[in-house]
């Protein structure tokens, strides 16, 4: 699993990012889900209509909160499923479920801390939303290969963007921060070891 912890001062950041992830989705396509946790206002919503908005025919989509819906679907290419588990802490619609494990849609679930662990895609970001004082943390563990080929894809965006000296362009990186880690299982012992 890799780490990344990304720093987003401003609204601005968020929707770089949004457009830097609806870019490089289709070269991870392994990556099925993005699992959004985090407190109410946090960023979830903001950050999904920014990723949404980004994507190839974003410019149709009505991006909501599916807290009362459960589910929306938005005509962009992959195809989006927006969820919110919020309210389905007993089970998972099986809509949310189907979704999950379809190789060609792109599932964002708010609140997937609800998420049973035997309705996990094999590839996915769970991303962890937090704020303090208006600017928002974003710890991104990455599951399963194309999403570890995201996040250190990711990671060199954000490096890139933050050792260049000239003033940010619209797509420059936010601030990031990477922190690696790989377990190897071997027969007889588990060897750590730290990147």
Not at 123 to 148: C, E, H, K, R, W
Request: hydrophobic content about 40%.
């Amino acid at each position: 699993m890799t780490t990344l912890e990304i720093t987003l001062e401003n609204l601005e950041d968020t929707n770089r990012l949004a457009r830097w992830m609806a870019r490089n989705i289709s070269g991870c396509p392994g990556v099925r889900a993005l699992l959004l946790r985090g407190k109410p206002g946090s960023g979830k919503t903001t950050f999904t209509a920014a990723l949404v908005r980004a994507l190839p025919g974003g410019d149709l989509a009505e991006v909501a909160s599916p807290s009362f819906t459960l589910c929306n679907h938005y005509p962009t290419t992959p195809p989006v499923l927006h969820g919110d588990l919020y309210r389905c802490a007993s089970a998972v619609p099986d809509e949310i479920a189907e979704a999950l494990q379809h190789a060609g849609t792109l599932t964002i679930l708010e609140w997937a801390e609800y998420l049973p662990w035997e309705d996990f895609p094999e590839d996915f970001l769970d991303i962890l939303f937090t704020s303090d004082d208006n600017v928002y943390l974003l710890t991104m563990n990455a599951v399963g290969p194309d999403a570890q080929k995201m996040t250190h894809a990711l990671y060199l965006w954000t490096e890139k963007g933050r050792s260049e000296t000239q003033p940010k362009q619209r797509d420059s990186a936010p601030y990031c921060r990477l922190r690696s880690r790989l377990l190897i299982s071997l027969t007889t012992c588990q060897q750590v070891i730290e990147l």
